[in-house]
């Protein structure tokens, strides 16, 4: 049996894409700056589409978008790289968070300054401020991200909200979900109770707690004791989740 000790270091907070999109510089001489912009033959997150397939990197990839010059409109050719597929892919990613937007906008939830750019980069997208040239290179990686998500939430039932008890149950292992962005590099792993609720845990990278969990993993079930516990909402989710505190029990199932 193992004690909670080898998850002291563990984050349960509700990290998913939405996180890091308050990030952005609001400094006065940010906001002082005059608005550059780039335009583009082209569908500009179908180029990243097509680079990301090529195996570029995102320092290559922001180059590229950028182009050159430092006139505050910049025209950058880009649409001898694209093929079918990266339009296909673009168009997919973009109607996919016009439809979480317009959602989050319908059950009057918060939209922070990265998810309005992106509302911009998806309404004009062949001409977007130059400060959105992140958060259009990392699109494609939040949506894998949210499909990835969406699939185990959707298979499994949110937890009542406000719920504080403590687990005595055996939980099998979902899926990990991996989450790597300019701030946040985390691995999200998902375990089910026997009531189709989800155990959320969200490790840093290196974390240490996280090779002992990824053994765990492997085995498929384990039993949990936890005398504490909290159930939390995912940020960015109307999806409620067991997060548990660093004081537990494992036991291993033969």
Known sequence: MASGSLASTMKTSGTNLFDDWDIMDTSKAELEKPTEYLEFNDDPL????????????YYDIGATLQGVGTRLVRRVSIDSVIEAEDRERAITIRKHFRNKILMR????????????A??????SP???EKDSVRPLMKLPDFYEE????????NSHN???????????TT??????????????????????TPNNYLVRLVFPLH??????????AQQGKVKIKTKYGCVSRVTGYDYFVYTIGAEYEIQAID
């Open 105 to 116: 906008r319908l059950k009057n939830m918060h939209l922070s300054k990265f998810m309005l």
């Open 207 to 216: 974390d240490m707690g996280k090779s002992a969990w990824d053994f765990l």
């Open 171 to 192: 939980i099998e292992y979902v899926g990990t979900v991996n989450r790597r962005s300019s701030t946040t590099k985390v691995d999200i792993q998902y375990w089910r």
């Open 46 to 57: 179908a180029l990243v589409c097509a680079m990301l397939r090529a195996g570029k990197d």
């Open 118 to 123: 992106v509302d911009d980069i998806i309404e």
């Open 158 to 168: 949110t937890l009542p909200a406000g719920n504080t008890q403590g687990l005595d």
């Open 146 to 153: 949210d499909k990835a998500t969406e699939t185990i939430f």
């Open 126 to 128: 062949r001409r977007i």
